[in-house]
Structure formats: C-alpha cells, structure tokens
C-alpha cells in the first residue's frame, strides 16, 4: 500500500518566509494534484518553540546558517522559523489538507532540531510515524515538500533504513542548495536505493 508524504509545506519554507526556499511555493499546484491520486496522504510540519536551540537567536556569538558541535552532533542554526502558533508555522495557504489523514509535528522539543519525519535529529527518538504506516500495512512513501536538502532527504533516508520503499517525486520538492547540499543530497539518496520519479510517473504507478 502506497502513501504520499508531504514534507514541511508552511509559509516560512516559501518566498516570503523567514527561511525560504528558493520558489518552494511553485510546487503547491502539483502536490495537490498528487495528494488527489492518494488513498493516504501524510504531512509533516516544522513546530518549534520560541527560544529553539537550533535558532541562532539562541546563540548571538554565531550568526544564521553557522554550523556549531551540539549533544548530536552537527547543528547548522537557522533564523527563527516556524515559530508555534505564528503564521510562519501555517501550512501555505493554498495547499489543500483536506486528503491529509495525519499530520506529524517535529522539532517540537527545545533542545533538539528535527529534520526527518521519521526521528528527531539523534537518531534516536521517534516520531511514530514509522509504527502508524506498518498498522496500516503501508509499506511504499512518496515523497514531496520542503526542502529537498534537509527535511525531505533526511525523511527519505530514514524511510528506507525503516525498511519502506521511498520515491522522491523531483518536481514537487525544491532544495536550499547550501554549499553544494543539493547535489549530496540527490547522492545519499541514490546511494540508499531511494528512487526519484516524476509527479506524471507517480501518478501513473498510482493509478494501476
């Protein structure tokens, strides 16, 4: 059984935002008209409290996108963004969550970031999303959204260390491209056997 997984969809991952994606808004018509095609779709949605260890507010002798050492390891900090409750948080406004059957909210907890919808950022607490799809028997993720390079990367590879079949759909997902991220990020997937496929593709398999 196959899901769609809409990854991080909210306005401050837009133009506008306070951590856009380059046109990340571009590929609200499409996914759209992918979550149409899905008996089960999915979201996730970035929910930090004010304060969050991974805001370089947090920490003034860095500045945004600074890379500092953390209990887990690596931490880039980021501007304030999705901010609980503030309109930033909101999903864009014109991507339908009607279809959308569960909505997974990360990077809640103060001291740790969350990138994947799988698990928080060390490895090792779990969101429970991958119990919620082997209840229903959903063994197959396709996966969209916000970014390519961080959140839908880190959701793709850990699907497929829990053992899913994980499609990346290339044209409803835009990347930040930091330092050459983009092009590693389509590297680790290939190499964790993720499969990237086109929205047109997608909704073919689908179909049958």
């Not at 880039?76 to 569960?102: I, K, M, R």
């Amino acid at each position: 059984m196959q899901a769609l997984l809409i990854v991080d969809l909210q306005n401050d991952f837009c133009p506008g935002g306070a951590l856009a994606v380059p046109n990340g808004d571009t590929i609200v018509p499409t996914v759209n008209d992918l979550a149409d095609q899905f008996d089960h779709v999915l979201q996730t949605q970035d929910w930090h409290p004010p304060g969050h260890q991974s805001f370089a507010s947090s920490h003034p002798e860095h500045d945004p996108m600074d890379v500092i050492e953390v209990d887990y390891g690596e931490q880039v900090l980021w501007p304030d963004h999705c901010v609980q409750g503030t309109e930033g948080a909101d999903f864009h406004p014109d991507l339908n969550t009607t279809p959308t059957e569960l909505v997974i909210r990360k990077g809640f907890r103060p001291e740790i970031d969350s990138y994947s919808a799988f698990y928080e950022n060390d490895g090792e607490t779990p969101t429970g999303l991958a119990g919620y799809l082997r209840d229903r028997g959903i063994d197959t993720l396709y996966l969209c959204g916000l970014a390519t390079d961080f959140c839908v990367k880190w959701s793709a590879l850990d699907g497929r260390s829990e053992g899913f079949d994980v499609y990346v759909i290339e044209d409803a997902t835009r990347g930040i491209d930091q330092d050459g991220s983009l092009a590693q990020a389509w590297d680790e997937m290939n190499d964790a056997g993720v499969q990237v496929i086109s929205s047109a593709a997608a909704r073919d398999v689908v179909a049958r």
